[in-house]
């Protein structure tokens, strides 16, 4: 992976979450004093600047291949991280309390794919163990879990168990037969009411015959509705009346008494 310093300066600065972000003070390579500095974790990247309201960082560690670990310095609650090689500078740092130390090198210690692929790996090594003990507690069975399939519920149950309806119900007289079923034949006698058939299962009511309306009944309804309009006009003009009463006593009330 190619880095520039573009692209790390808006790494750093970007509203990604941080892993640990604090004041550290940071021993120099060459002059041995330390230096107070903003350090900000970003995944396995510790960014450092000159101020917090920096705008780019003054330099990156890559924790890659290296340890954190506890030295013997004057200054208090120091830490450093050691890479390995000859050649490898170390990086002596240094907090302001006993926890913000140990916050920093428990962040350091984790930041790192290696110590990512080793927790991967345990939890893994976890779930199979999780899962072998699940299978020899359901009879123990060795094959390997197939998908989850959920259980059917009551509803999909007792739909199984209800008798297939015909796509045409049979009809007599005009009125639907509910307890005919296709393929079978109804026993001699039997009317369309409800009971159950021959599997013992109980069969719905029939639909109720269609009512015919008489001329005197159609002419009264006619009658009413032509009447319903004008009774609704007189209503509604009833209605506005008192509305418009109750918004004039209103207003009155919010105005207050006339003044004399």
């Given at each position: 992976m190619k880095l520039n310093e573009r692209s790390l300066a808006f790494y750093a600065t970007c509203d990604s979450p941080a892993d640990n972000a604090g004041f550290l003070y940071k021993?120099?390579?060459?002059?041995?004093?330390?230096?107070?500095?903003?350090?900000?974790?970003?995944?396995?990247?510790?960014?450092?600047?000159?101020?917090?309201?920096?705008?780019?960082?003054?330099?990156?560690i890559v924790l890659e291949g290296c340890n954190v670990e506890l030295c013997d310095s004057a200054e208090n609650f120091t830490f450093a991280i050691r890479f390995g090689g000859s050649k490898s500078r170390t990086y002596v740092l240094a907090a302001e309390s006993q926890a913000a130390m140990e916050s920093w090198v428990k962040s350091l210690s984790r930041a790192s794919f290696d110590y990512m692929r080793l927790v991967v790996r345990e939890l893994e090594k976890q779930l199979q163990e999780m899962s072998g003990g699940l299978a020899g507690g359901c009879g123990g069975s060795q094959d390997a879990p197939g998908p989850w399939k959920p259980k059917p519920s009551v509803l999909e149950q007792s739909r199984d168990r209800l008798p297939a309806l015909p796509a045409i119900l049979p009809k007599e007289n005009?009125?639907?037969?509910w307890n005919n079923v296709l393929g079978t034949d109804r026993p001699p006698g039997t009317s369309g009411c409800g009971g159950h058939d021959e599997e013992g299962t109980p069969r719905p009511p029939p639909l109720p015959p269609r009512r015919r309306v008489s001329n005197g009944e159609a002419a009264s309804a006619g009658a009413a509705a032509a009447e319903s309009p004008s009774t609704f006009c007189r209503l509604h003009e009833?209605?506005?009346?008192?509305?418009?009463?109750?918004?004039?006593?209103?207003?009155?009330?919010?105005?207050?008494?006339?003044?004399?």
């Open positions: 021993r120099g390579e060459r002059h041995t004093a330390y230096h107070r500095r903003w350090f900000v974790l970003k995944g396995n990247m510790l960014f450092y600047f000159e101020e917090r309201d920096s705008r780019e960082p003054v330099g990156v005009g009125c639907a037969v009833q209605y506005s009346r008192e509305v418009a009463r109750l918004r004039q006593d209103w207003q009155q009330k919010r105005r207050g008494p006339p003044q004399p």
